[in-house]
């Protein structure tokens, strides 16, 4: 395989610094894709022509590349607790539990930033966030249900209260 490659380089570089910087950083991203694929190249500039430019002929037979898997990493689960409290959160801004807020209540206090975020929200959007937040606490219960090594007896032991 034989191939050329022609960049051209700014006319005055001294003025014109940031497309020099591009040509170059061209110029040099070539020349690795080259080495990377194990081909031999040879370069020529020509800085004194009308158009300056540079020429890299490349020539050899690429070796291939193995191509890495990329491995995704599945987020954290969300604890189940902060699943129902999200729930609880949002279902506090559906019209009829308006009569149940009380906002002199210590608990209002210190959420008022997030239920001012959530009260901004309209009713339809309350209701989809809200079932989201139930079904992702359903598929953490779930997901604690079927770990390796459960059984029947264990399954509760986190809930029991030594006396």
């Avoid at 490659?5 to 110029?27: H, M, N, Q």
């Avoid at 953490?140 to 399954?155: I, L, M, S, V, Y």
Wanted: aromatic fraction near 10%; hydrophobic fraction near 35%; proline fraction near 6%.
């Amino acid at each position: 395989m034989t191939g050329r490659y022609l960049i051209y380089t700014p006319v005055e570089s001294a003025r014109d610094e940031k497309r020099f910087d591009s040509t170059w950083r061209k110029f040099v991203a070539v020349c690795r894709l080259l080495h990377a694929d194990g081909l031999s190249y040879s370069v020529e500039l020509n800085l004194t022509a009308l158009r300056p430019h540079i020429l890299i002929t490349a020539s050899g037979t690429a070796i291939p590349r193995k191509v890495r898997a990329v491995h995704r990493l599945l987020p954290p689960p969300v604890p189940v607790q902060r699943c129902r409290d999200r729930a609880l959160e949002v279902s506090w801004f559906l019209p009829e539990n308006a009569t149940r807020r009380n906002s002199n209540t210590t608990y209002w206090g210190k959420h008022q930033e997030r239920y001012r975020e959530l009260s901004g929200m309209a009713e339809d959007y309350l209701r989809a966030e809200m079932e989201y937040w139930q079904e992702l606490e359903s598929l953490n219960r779930q997901r604690e249900h079927f770990k390796p090594g459960r059984t029947d007896k264990t399954a509760f032991a986190d809930d029991e209260v030594a006396a």
